[in-house]
């Protein structure tokens, strides 16, 4: 397999972070491809902004404007782009890209926040969840690997997040958020980062509230997700807590 460097991050509003410096990261960043979540944009809002050469762009906008939102840039050319899981009922949202390269496919997705008194945990955990699982087995099923990236909006274990024990019934861990994604490394992937790093206080978002990024009262909710064919080309996975500009940080995984 040839050699590939991959960079994720929600950016919390693809203009907004232009403002903070993502170009600077991008051009720093020096990967392969680059997927965003949340960008809250359509490509048309941001024609203003000098993105880097030798990417190709693929969007996944939301219907709604300034909500959700995905886009991926890549420097190898893809054999094939999907948008979306190719459910109607979910794709309004734009939260999936897969592209299809000759080793693997790789999805770009930002998965549905549970929300506040968790008014989205039944959306979330009975149809999304089962859904976004079909369509990964589905993938399966074409004989090739699958990398997923992206804010999954759940923090797996309780060294996933700085305080476990007091967010039990929040959004991104409830038990049945937790055991959807346990479902999903069950079925034959590794969540990468783990294979690298065992301890806790790593986390990729932060509350924008009470100085927690500076104290790293965080979360771990973005993720490289491979299948486990792919374990012996995992070279490096890391999150860099360093970058500022969004809320989340930016993850990252080499294969090769």
Not at 23 to 47: N, R, S, T
Request: proline residues 6%; glycine residues 8%.
């Amino acid at each position: 397999m040839k050699r590939m460097k991959l960079v994720s991050w929600n950016v919390n509003g693809v203009r907004a972070a232009h403002k903070k410096g993502l170009l600077d990261f991008m051009a720093q960043a020096d990967a392969d491809v680059i997927c965003l979540q949340e960008v809250k944009a359509h490509p048309g809002d941001a024609q203003h902004i000098p993105w880097p050469q030798g990417y190709e762009v693929f969007w996944n906008p939301a219907v709604k404007k300034g909500y959700s939102g995905t886009v991926t840039f890549t420097r190898p050319k893809p054999k094939d782009v999907t948008r979306g899981i190719g459910l109607r009922h979910h794709d309004g949202e734009g939260r999936v890209i897969t592209a299809e390269y000759p080793d693997f496919f790789l999805l770009n997705v930002y998965q549905p926040n549970s929300q506040r008194g968790l008014t989205r945990l039944d959306y979330r955990t009975k149809e999304w969840d089962p859904a976004f699982r079909a369509y990964l087995k589905k993938l399966g099923r074409k004989g090739k690997p699958v990398v997923f990236c992206g804010d999954l909006n759940v923090a797996h274990t309780e060294i996933d997040l700085a305080n476990p024990k007091t967010n039990r019934r929040n959004a991104g861990f409830t038990d049945e958020e937790r055991e959807n994604f346990s479902r999903v490394l069950a079925g034959g992937f590794v969540d990468t980062f783990r294979e690298f790093e065992k301890g806790p206080g790593h986390y990729s978002w932060w509350s924008q509230m009470m100085n927690c990024r500076a104290r790293n009262i965080g979360w771990r909710v973005d993720y490289f997700v491979a299948s486990e064919k792919l374990r012996p080309a995992l070279r490096r996975a890391w999150i860099s807590p360093e970058v500022m500009g969004s809320d989340h940080c930016p993850v990252g995984l080499e294969l090769g």
